[in-house]
């Protein structure tokens, strides 16, 4: 089955399944203390900054819960895109686990700014309202578009400006960094990122996400969140030994610049039909358009992926590191077809 639903329908990555095999040798240590966790650690603070704090989960809902419940009390509030993952697709664990309200915040193309968050900061000190406590940002948004660094820095200035932290899903930062040619220490440290919740089951990766704690405050109590929110895995080794072949010779950068590419391909040749009109500016792997519904139809008996709002035949492509240039012309040519 080829699609273009979603990078999570995508397989594993060669060279992560090879470090999963290796890492399936005789007995080791649980719960972290082994040496491929231990290298795995060593990849991330070289990748970020040796002062960081990693903490490998089972997955992104976990690693926002972990994440979120570091930043926040129970009579906090956290603001957010009203996109947002945390808001829209994780069934309310983020409110179960951290006691906290989500304010969603509208936005036209999934992405906060000062100017946007400004008039939720108030009620600091009043004891009848939920005090803002968090910013909650994807990169990339789950619209596909892109916070720049500078975007990210009126952000966080903001936030520690009012005592608050920023909490940034980096389920696809690695396209995000791919985009706008950076690393990924000047989308996060560099940018005064509190907490990452650093993704790769959709750049490769077969399961587990990483928090990692930048902010030197939240580290002392960082694991216990994470054996408080069920996220500490007793076999480690086959969670972080993914994220050493991940971060060894950029294959990060590699998957998430062909995923680019291959949206960047879909999109030129949608882009020549009339009847199709883009809702969102194409920025990393994900494309968002219209198009007639009988088109549409026609095409899903071939082709698997979602609507985004089917009241305006709105749909979601997305493409991952091992989508082909001949899955990308196999659905030009369906649709020219149609």
Known sequence: MRSFASDNNSGVHPLVMEALS?????????????????????????????????????NGTGSNIVALQLLTRPFHSILCAETAHIYVDEC???????GCQIRPIETPDGKLTPELIQPHLHGFGDQHHSQPGAIYISQCTELGTIYTVEELKAITALAHKNGM?????????????????????????????????????????????????????????????RKQSAQLASKMRYLSC???????????????????????????????????????????????????RKMIDKLLESYF???????????????????????VTGFINALQNI
Request: proline share 4%.
């Open 165 to 225: 932290f920023v909490h940034m899903d980096g389920a696809r930062i690695a396209n995000a960094a791919a985009a706008l040619n950076v690393s990924l220490k000047a989308l996060t440290v560099d940018c005064g990122i509190d907490v990452l919740s650093f993704g790769g089951t959709k750049n490769g990766l077969m399961i587990g996400e990483c928090v990692v704690v930048f902010n030197p405050a939240l580290i002392k109590n960082a694991k216990f969140y």
């Open 305 to 327: 992926f979602y609507f985004w709002n089917e009241a305006n035949n709105e749909i979601r492509l997305v493409t991952s590191f091992d989508t082909t240039e001949e899955d």
């Open 22 to 58: 290796k890492a399936n040798t005789d007995h080791a240590f649980g719960y972290g203390d082994d040496q491929w966790t231990a290298e795995a650690t060593i990849k991330i603070q070289d990748t970020f900054t040796p002062e960081c704090e990693p903490l490998f989960v089972f």
């Open 92 to 98: 309310g664990s983020p409110v179960k686990a951290a």
């Open 242 to 292: 993914q994220f050493t072949a991940y971060l060894t010779d950029d294959l990060w950068l590699k998957n998430a610049t062909h995923a680019n590419n291959m949206a960047k391909m879909l999109y030129e040749g949608l882009n020549k039909f009339p009847e199709i009109k883009f809702t969102q500016k194409p920025e990393t792997n994900a494309l968002f358009l219209t198009m007639p």
